[in-house]
């Protein structure tokens, strides 16, 4: 019962155990039948670690879905990025299900004698996310397509043992999950303090003041080359790529590390300082909890006079639309900083300031601490689950 056995996914295929579906192409479904209502068309940078995340999904109607019927996703259907993200996938959950897969993801769909959660976190693996990106086509855009994917290697033991493996990993996430939900709601009486105590009840007669005069607001720099400062680097590089793959609005890790000299000719960042986006996707604010520096897209806030961080942080993230109006660029959207440091704000008495910082505080307080329970269970989570896929650690029936 504990025999595993080796496959490649085309192998499944042939045995009717599996099928792929690519998503749909050119005429099928244009640009011109999307909405912004109606059905949620998936796409590869709706795919994550094993789940779809929210994104501003393209949707199209019921009776264009309906023509597109064989694209529709099922729960348990596992969906690749077909193009960029492709070391990525999601599993669809039953709430998705009836969603339509977009042209640049590929489909796995498992018969009941294969556990999909199973076969997703094998998927999950650092062996197979590299055997990915080693097979992936393209220099510049990483591809993938049916061919590729009929190659991957599988290893299945016995349902039953699929099935356990799959519930004991399944645990690590629905708690994290569940931590993750927590957050959000602790996010969301954050904001509605600050909108009840500073928007719906604003006193026209505070003073107004300009950003500049509440704060000193510094660009972060990039030395250049930046090639010959990241090999071999030990301080973290914090790019806007690490706000987009935060789930909160700390970050507290790195893709990249630059080396000291680099470190020195960029701007140095420590736990607890507040950024914002300055370029790409503008006008984002988030906290540091880690030692490092800042790319040029990134703004840094200190020396608060009037205001306090707290407050401006919800400020910012408040009226990231309105920031996202004031950014230029044909190619890549840049944020002015000239026009941010004369952006006006009205300055509330200071005894309100620093109630909202006790209550809102112990907010993010609580956020910070789930935060780093989360990274404790990923941490046993991403342990465990190579020992359990090569069969090292075994499991009972």
């Not at 479904?29 to 949620?40: C, D, H, K, R, T």
């Not at 529709?72 to 039953?94: H, L, M, S, W």
């Not at 920031?323 to 840049?334: I, R």
């Not at 789930?370 to 989570?381: F, S």
Request: glycine residues 6%; aromatic residues 10%.
């Amino acid at each position: 019962m504990n025999e595993w056995k080796e496959y490649k996914l085309g192998e499944l295929i042939d045995f009717k155990l599996a099928n792929l579906q690519t998503g749909p192409f050119g005429t099928m479904l244009n640009a011109s039948e999307y909405s912004v209502e109606g059905i949620p068309v998936i796409a590869v940078q709706d795919t994550a670690e094993n789940k779809l995340v929210y994104h501003k999904f393209v949707y199209v109607s019921q009776e264009i879905a309906e023509r597109l019927n064989r694209y529709r996703v099922k729960e348990n259907d596992i969906i690749f990025g077909r193009k960029g993200a492709t070391d990525r996938r999601a599993i669809i959950k039953k709430s998705e299900e009836g969603w339509l897969q977009g042209s640049d993801c590929i489909r796995l769909r498992l018969n009941n004698s294969i556990n999909s959660k199973f076969i997703s976190y094998q998927f999950g693996s650092n062996d197979y996310k590299e055997w990915i990106s080693q097979f992936s086509i393209g220099a510049t855009m990483p591809s993938l397509n049916q061919d590729i994917l009929k190659l991957l290697p599988i290893r299945l033991p016995s349902i039953e043992i699929q099935n356990i493996i799959s519930e004991i990993l399944n645990s690590f996430d629905d708690k994290i999950n569940l931590l993750y939900l927590q957050n959000n709601t602790l996010v969301q009486l954050a904001e509605t303090v600050f909108k009840k105590w500073f928007v719906i009840n604003i006193d026209v007669s505070w003073k107004l003041k300009t950003l500049q005069e509440l704060c000193t607001i510094t660009r972060g720099a990039s030395p250049r080359p930046i090639i010959e400062y990241v090999k071999n680097g030990t301080v973290p590089w914090i790019k806007i790529a690490d706000g987009t793959a935060s789930n909160s609005f700390f970050i507290d890790k790195t893709n990249e590390y630059i080396i000291e000299e680099g470190a020195s000719k960029s701007v140095r960042v420590y736990p607890g300082d507040l950024i914002l986006s300055n370029s790409a996707t503008c006008g984002f604010p988030f906290f540091i909890e880690l030692e490092g520096c800042i790319h040029d897209g990134w703004l840094l806030f200190r020396d608060f006079k009037e205001i306090s961080k707290l407050y401006l942080f919800f400020l910012l993230k408040g009226i990231n639309s309105e920031l996202n109006n004031y950014a230029d660029g044909s190619v890549q959207n840049n944020l002015n900083t000239s026009i941010l440091k004369e952006y006006q704000i009205h300055v509330p008495p200071i005894n309100l300031i620093n109630k909202f910082n006790i209550q809102v505080g112990s907010f993010i307080e609580k956020i910070k601490k789930n935060n780093r329970q989360i990274r404790t269970l990923q941490k046993l989570r991403d342990t465990l689950l190579p020992k359990l896929m090569s069969g090292e650690v075994r499991v009972k029936i």
